[in-house]
Every structure is written in C-alpha cells, then in structure tokens.
C-alpha cells in the first residue's frame, strides 16, 4: 500500500509539472561598433601681427589670420606695458596688462583688423594675440597654455 500510495503522489506531481521548451536563434550578422568624437579640432588658423605703430595719441597692431583656415571662433588679445624694456619677454614674463580685446573670427587671406588702444603712460607697450587653442604647439610662446603671438614694442615717449 505504501508503494502504491507513492506511486499516485508521483504521477499527481508529474502532471502539475509544466512542460518548457528553450528556443535559440543563431545570426550571422556583424555589429560594427562606431564612435563619433564631438569636441573642437584646430581650424588651421594661424594669426600674424602685420605692423604695429603709433598715429596721433593712438598706438595700433594690425593682424591677419595667415592659415590656410576660417577662424572657428573668436580670440583675444591683450596689450601690456612695461615703462622700459620688453612688456612681454620672450620666455614669457610679462610686464602690467593694461587691456583686454577680442579679436572677431576671421576668414583664411582676409584684410588685416586693425587693433588699437590709447596710452596713458609713457613707456613700451605690446600687443599678445591667442591662437587657437588647439593649434599644435611648435616654438610659439605658450601662455595660459595657449600658443601667442606678439607684436612688436611700441615706444611712446609723449603723450599729446
């Protein structure tokens, strides 16, 4: 009796088992992975004083953008004064910054901008450009780490 009792308890848990298949799917297919970098790339600009000088009370740096690139932003300049010797050296020291310009984006072989400022002091003033800042660092001066550029030293001797 107890075999048979056993028996029974195994066919009623046998039936309430449900009965699964497994299914697999099997492609030949190829995934490709892709990555897209979105971030600023050097627009091979590349900014050159063309003439500094002085005209009337005003002092002036023309500056041209000498790549082979539009400019993909606008930069900045600044102008600093030392009142003898160098305002800016060529290892980077600087004398006092005095002012602060931006310089408009500009297309590659366009018309120089005219840059100006009006001393106050007597003394040797210099203008700085920026580069871009991903343009390749080669024996440019490095400030902010950003390559510049730097004009020439304009004497201002009297102030009219």
Do not use: C
């Not at 305002?87 to 366009?110: E, N």
């Amino acid at each position: 009796m107890n075999i048979g009792i056993v028996w029974i308890l195994l066919i009623i848990t046998s039936l309430n088992v449900p009965i699964t298949t497994t299914r697999a799917l099997f492609t030949s297919q190829t995934k490709i992975k892709t990555t897209i970098s979105i971030g600023s790339q050097f627009d091979n600009s590349s900014l050159s004083f063309i003439s500094t000088g002085r005209e009337k009370n005003e002092i002036f740096a023309y500056i041209q953008n000498e790549g082979t690139g539009d400019m993909g932003v606008d930069s900045k300049y600044y102008i600093y004064y030392s009142p003898n010797g160098n305002p800016v050296s060529p290892q980077g020291g600087t004398g006092d910054l005095v002012y602060q310009g931006i310089i408009p984006k500009m297309v590659a072989s366009a018309e120089p901008v005219k840059l100006t400022f009006t001393p106050t002091m007597k003394g040797f003033y210099m203008f700085m450009a920026f580069q871009n800042h991903e343009k390749p660092i080669g024996e440019e001066l490095i400030i902010e780490g950003t390559p510049v550029i730097v004009s020439k030293k304009i004497n201002v001797n009297q102030l009219k």
